[in-house]
């Protein structure tokens, strides 16, 4: 089955400086990946995604890469906030009947004002 | 849009008492996930259903742990009985279809905070 690794486990920034998280995959199907915020004590939330069929998405402080070949994806965060603190999971998909998303560990980002 | 909606928000009981969690998914949706969140183990995905229908329950822990969806707008996650160990953060996650090929987000609920003493 897809294995998804996720580095930094924790990521400490001052604020406006950039974050970036990395993520692996194994299985070169998939094809989706999407990312997502989980503010203390609240849901996880779609903040960003990215199909394979596009090396790069952004959406104003956030963008994504994805290098298939290598099989990674980062998430960059550009001129950090405090309300960017948060945990951060990347998740893979398959297309099809395996759809569903392998999450990886998460990556807790302390912005200090 | 009211999004995933769980209840109850908190539950406290004792160990050997049964526990039932439940969800409501948004509307259309055709996929929902019942997951379970600790410090330890992260995001663990228990069982989902496509169209009520349960498809993979291999994640789900113990014979303890069962999962109902009677309906498109209903599904519970009953523990019967709860032990402490199964104190985490439970959420419920739904999600449309793949649409043309592409894989659609997860929408998670507010979770359920369970604490077995």
């Known amino acids: 089955g897809e294995n998804v690794e996720q580095h930094p486990s924790t990521l400490s920034v001052q604020e406006g400086d950039s974050a970036v998280i990395k993520c692996t995959y194994s299985d070169s199907a998939s094809n989706y990946f999407p990312w997502y915020k989980q503010e203390l004590g609240k849901r996880p939330q779609l903040i960003i995604d990215i199909r394979s069929n596009v090396g790069e998405k952004k959406d104003q402080r956030i963008a994504v890469t994805l290098n298939k070949t290598a099989k990674h994806f980062s998430l960059h965060i550009t001129e950090t906030q405090p309300e960017d603190s948060a945990v951060y999971f990347c998740a893979a998909s398959k297309p099809g009947g395996s759809y569903i998303p392998t999450f990886g560990r998460g990556t807790s980002l302390i912005v200090h004002p | 849009d009211a999004g995933v909606i769980q209840s109850p928000r908190h539950e406290v009981t004792e160990m050997g008492q049964e526990v039932t969690l439940r969800c409501k998914p948004i509307s259309g949706h055709d996929y929902l996930f019942w997951y379970r969140q600790t410090m330890m183990r992260g995001l663990e995905l228990l069982i989902y259903f496509n169209n009520n229908v349960p498809i993979d329950d291999s994640g789900m822990p113990e014979d303890r742990f069962s999962a109902k969806m009677p309906n498109a707008s209903f599904s519970t996650l009953k523990i019967q009985p709860s032990e402490p160990r199964d104190s985490a953060v439970y959420f419920c996650?739904?999600?449309?279809?793949?649409?043309?090929?592409?894989?659609?987000?997860?929408?998670f609920g507010d979770g359920t905070r369970l604490s077995i003493l």
């Open positions: 996650a739904s999600s449309r279809l793949p649409r043309g090929g592409g894989n659609q987000p997860q929408h």
